[in-house]
């Protein structure tokens, strides 16, 4: 009966660590992190919103490798990448590729993971692809980020492992 | 454009067998396993006849299934409820309490439930099942819990598997330690979510999902059949979603494991059925990676599979072999034409597949001749390949695509598969085969059949008389079935005979009422004279069984 008992509080006890833990390493990352505003691109309203969390594509998601500074011209699906950024402005902008994060002087790198690269393009996730939001908000958000110019932005933390995390969604009216 | 074809005509073929031979048959055993203690019950027949009864199809006696307590359905329907409310109020992602709070409420009451479950389950006496539910319960909840803290810190959905996993793997102690089936079935399910959408989120293999199940989720499922179920399942999805996605490694991974978990236990028959689909999708990924080069390794697995099925009498497996060496077969020829540079049109694959069918009927009938296991398997499989493609090569259209190219190479395929089916039967009548009148009519099936594919192979221009040439097979064949069944008096061979001849007729009057521009009329009174001809051969056909019984 002991046993039954010790093994019930052992996995109460894992599953609190566990839960203390994956909070625990994004909020590391919210303390530790850098803040960069990164500016959102349209995309296709059908493909937009999925239930209740909004999809985010950033300008920084779509690289074209012969405008910006890369150590390799092709990365392949599913490899980890480091992506310079550089503040241009009120947002920040990439300005190199490379497969492993260098001390730059203090440059500002935030980690990807390779989607697709072909003829020097190069689509990456970063991670902060959703947005989840409150039951039947995501309309407003879908609305401004359609049609020619999006007006919405992303307020991410990123880390000094490059791990990146949204910490707001600016919408410019 | 191969995998599909090959896939589509398999599948085919297997449905259409699975419902002839085994589907009624099971049917009907299932139904004499639960009447039987019925009549035992009412004195009609005793226990000792009821098992002579059992012991001629060689089955089991089933133990009358527990009557679900109403207890017991109402408190896990509850769990059910309540876990799966929790999860849609985390979806909602109600914002007035915040957020951390939210998390630290909905852990602690997590953790309570996993409590109360233990104490209801093993401390109170009389609430054990109670007990079980809440802990299904807690396990539902910390899936919410994971859900929650991934939709707090925006976890994108391109990873979702990891909030799966997180959720499956720390419930798995509950169904371990607290023997808990319910939670076992709940973290096999999820693990095989998990497998696709780390394999979707990734494009990687994943081999850990195997891994998992194969020294995880079915050893401790040996009381579970619905878990095992779960499990076999998710395996077999996996290896099949290997065809398509070029891991020919994991798929092999996943046919040795079932077939290793065969041979440790092999009162559980699906394991070698699921071993061999395994096979079949290895080969066919294995021929998506190299399609330039054959893949003769296949042959070791399907020789220890044959073997297998034999040596442990596995009916229904003997099937499966067929199509597995059918199918290896066949994409070995689509990796010859490739290496060769020769097109392997459409109608040249189902013009092979009806000389290999017909193959298959020979090595029947010489297995029935030398009173070999499972000689009406190999018929029954032989003539409906046989059948189905002369009946696809039945039509013109068909056999107007791709009209050149190549074919000649497969003449003289064809005429290898033709001299090999000779030499087995010129062999047969030397031994005394062949010499009864119903043997006879099955050899003129099976030369017309022959003679028809060779042919259309020799001269693929020629699609009049190619169509011609193939609906003469197919009347050939009605013909053969209807005076064999009244020769062998076998009244399923006689209907197949007259089903034949009728989807013959509708067939063509279809094709022909299709070109018509005046359609409306032609089909009214097509369909009224097709109606009066069922009415007549259906007539005619109940006649002739009555005389037959008779």
């Not at chain 1, 995390?165 to 410019?172: G, N, S």
């Not at chain 2, 048959?25 to 002579?52: C, H, M, T």
């Not at chain 2, 022909?512 to 097709?530: C, H, Q």
Request: include cysteine.
């Amino acid at each position: 009966m002991m046993n039954k008992k010790l093994i019930a509080a052992i996995i109460g006890l894992l599953w609190v660590l566990l839960a203390l833990g994956m909070i625990a390493s994004k909020q590391h990352t919210l303390r530790t992190g850098k803040i960069v505003v990164l500016e959102t691109v349209p995309v296709d309203p059908r493909d937009f919103l999925r239930g209740d969390y909004v999809v985010l594509s950033y300008k920084i998601s779509r690289l074209d490798l012969n405008q910006i500074e890369s150590e390799k011209p092709f990365y392949r699906r599913g490899e980890n990448v480091y992506v310079r950024l550089k503040a241009q402005g009120r947002f920040w902008q990439a300005v190199a590729v490379q497969s492993k994060k260098s001390s730059y002087g203090g440059a500002m790198f935030i980690k990807g993971r390779v989607e697709y690269c072909y003829d020097k393009q190069l689509t990456l996730n970063y991670g902060i692809e959703s947005y989840f939001v409150p039951e039947g908000q995501g309309r407003e958000i879908e609305k401004n980020m359609t049609g020619s110019k999006s007006s919405v932005s992303v307020e991410a933390i990123v880390d000094s492992g490059g791990n990146a995390l949204i910490k707001k969604v600016y919408i410019d009216r | 454009m191969a995998v599909i074809l090959n896939l589509v005509f398999w599948i085919i073929i297997l449905y259409i067998i699975g419902k002839l031979f085994f589907g009624r048959r099971r049917k009907v055993y299932r139904w004499l396993q639960r009447e039987l203690p019925l009549w035992e019950e009412k004195n009609i027949i005793s226990p000792d006849q009821g098992n002579a009864i059992l012991n001629i199809y060689k089955l089991k006696r089933v133990r009358p299934k527990a009557r679900m307590d109403m207890v017991k359905v109402l408190t896990l329907v509850g769990a059910v409820f309540v876990g799966l409310g929790v999860i849609f109020f985390v979806g909602s992602n109600w914002q007035r309490i915040p957020a951390h709070l939210r998390t630290a409420m909905l852990l602690a009451v997590t953790v309570s439930t996993l409590y109360l479950g233990y104490v209801f389950s093993y401390e109170k006496e009389g609430f054990t099942q109670l007990g079980k539910s809440l802990l299904l319960l807690a396990s539902l909840f910390w899936g919410g819990t994971v859900a929650l803290i991934g939709q707090i810190y925006n976890i994108p959905t391109s990873d979702n598997w990891y909030i799966v996993l997180l959720w499956a793997f720390p419930i798995v102690p509950i169904a371990l330690f607290f023997n808990n089936n319910y939670v076992h079935i709940l973290a096999s399910f999820l693990f095989v979510i998990w497998n696709f959408l780390y394999t979707v989120s990734n494009s990687t293999p994943n081999y850990y999902y195997p891994l998992i199940v194969f020294f995880l989720m079915l050893p401790t499922a040996h009381s579970l059949l619905i878990s095992r179920r779960i499990n076999i399942a998710g395996l077999l999805a996996a290896s099949i979603y290997c065809c398509f996605n070029k891991y020919e490694w994991l798929s092999l991974f996943i046919s040795v494991g079932l077939l290793a978990y065969y041979l440790l236990r092999k009162e559980e028959r699906v394991y070698l059925y699921t071993a061999t689909l395994s096979f079949i999708s290895w080969a066919i990924a294995y021929f998506t990676v190299r399609e330039l080069s054959p893949n003769f390794y296949f042959l070791i697995p399907v020789g220890i599979i044959s073997y297998l099925t034999y040596k442990d009498a596995v009916r229904e497996n003997a099937v499966l072999c067929l199509i597995t060496l059918l199918v290896w077969l066949n994409l070995t020829f689509y990796s010859y034409s490739r290496i060769f540079g020769y097109a392997f049109p459409v109608r040249n694959f189902i013009v092979l597949q009806a000389l290999l069918g017909a193959g298959v009927y020979v090595a029947g009938i010489i297995s029935q001749a030398r009173k070999y296991a499972f000689f009406e398997i190999y018929k029954v499989f032989g003539y409906l390949v046989a059948f189905v493609s002369i009946y696809l090569l039945s039509f013109r259209s068909l056999l107007e695509i791709e009209m050149s190219g190549g074919s000649r190479v497969y003449f003289y395929v064809a005429l290898y598969i033709i001299a090999f089916i000779a030499l087995a039967v010129i062999n047969e009548i030397r031994k005394g085969g062949f010499r009864i009148k119903a043997d006879q009519w099955e050899f003129f099936a099976l030369a017309a059949a022959l003679l028809g594919s060779a042919v259309i192979l020799l001269n693929p221009q020629a699609a009049l008389i190619n169509t011609i040439v193939a609906n003469s097979v197919l009347v050939i064949f009605a013909l053969t079935n209807i005076f064999l069944g009244v020769e062998i008096k076998k009244p399923p061979v006689f209907s197949a005979g007259i089903i034949i001849f009728a989807l013959f007729i509708i067939t063509r009057y279809i094709d022909v009422g299709w070109k018509l521009k005046e359609k409306s009329l032609f089909f009214i009174i097509g369909g009224l004279v097709i109606l009066s001809l069922g009415t007549f051969l259906e007539k005619q056909r109940r006649r002739i069984i009555e005389r037959m019984k008779v």
